[in-house]
């Protein structure tokens, strides 16, 4: 049983109470190293920005399926060879974590959240044409892991050291503008903004009831709901814990919503993909 002085310290070092502190830093490390190989491979699948493309979009296109088709430049391989990436970075990840449960809080709820993923996903697979660029869309969540994660390692070695430096902080400032401005964008704008790409897409291929359940274009819709119900979740525990709840020794704001303090069930994580 761990005390409370115990987590009172293992929270502002930015360590988990019941997992293990090496086994979560290779995880997290592990995690920036690929999730940047997997953003990196995303991105160069969209046309450079800025451009006329992007414009359109923002300037009234994020429900429109056709603006974000224009905006997407991912070949039918490089969007099969990215959604292969993926599905075997969740596999791997679910492996690990099999083998290091410690490394995180709750494998059950992450191995489960990786499974629907991989199912999600593979349903796309059945029509790359038409639904690859919203997976790719979708997949940007994980740029706003990636900050998590990254922003959680500087604390862990910001809490070692007994403080920071001058790079150190300024690093952690970045991982915090990065983390804060990529939720709001995505979390709140582009994820509703999906859901709505996803029921236009359905609506002009909604095939008839003996192959509903076979519809691929079913699979984006299911999820947009999912996802826009918990970013939105997620988004007032992480209001709350920041305003109202966080004491001057208790856990990181983010800690508490993402369920990594074992303060009863863990919550969820902000990730589409990434359980951890």
Not at 145 to 150: D, E, F, G, N
Not at 221 to 234: D, E, H, I, M, R
Request: proline share 5%; glycine share 10%.
């Amino acid at each position: 049983m761990i005390g409370d002085r115990e987590v009172r310290e293992r929270s502002m070092s930015g360590r988990r109470p019941g997992v293990d502190p090496v086994q979560a830093t290779r995880h997290d490390v592990a995690n920036v190293v690929v999730l940047g190989i997997l953003n990196a491979y995303n991105l160069s699948l969209w046309r450079p920005f800025p451009g006329p493309h992007w414009r359109a979009l923002w300037l009234g296109g994020l429900a429109s399926p056709a603006a974000w088709e224009a905006c997407f430049d991912g070949s039918e391989g490089s969007t099969r060879g990215f959604i292969a990436l993926l599905i075997t970075y969740l596999l791997a990840d679910s492996a690990y974590l099999a083998l290091r449960p410690r490394a995180v809080a709750d494998v059950t709820r992450i191995v489960i959240h990786h499974g629907v993923c991989i199912a999600a996903v593979a349903v796309c697979l059945l029509d790359v044409d038409g639904l690859g660029y919203l997976v790719s869309a979708t997949a940007w969540v994980e740029v706003n892991t990636w900050a998590l994660t990254v922003r959680r390692l500087l604390k862990q070695q910001g809490g070692r050291r007994g403080g920071q430096g001058h790079l150190h902080a300024a690093a952690t400032v970045a991982c915090d503008a990065l983390f804060f401005g990529s939720w709001v964008l995505y979390r709140l704008v582009i994820t509703p903004s999906l859901l709505l790409v996803s029921l236009h897409i359905h609506a002009a291929t909604t095939p008839r009831p003996a192959t509903w359940p076979l519809c691929p274009a079913l699979a984006p819709v299911l999820a947009g709901f999912g996802l826009c119900y918990l970013n939105f979740y997620w988004t007032c525990n992480l209001l709350a814990s920041t305003f109202f709840k966080r004491s001057s020794h208790g856990p990181s704001a983010e800690q508490m919503c993402l369920g990594h303090v074992e303060r009863g069930p863990a919550k969820g994580d902000t990730s589409l993909f990434l359980g951890s």
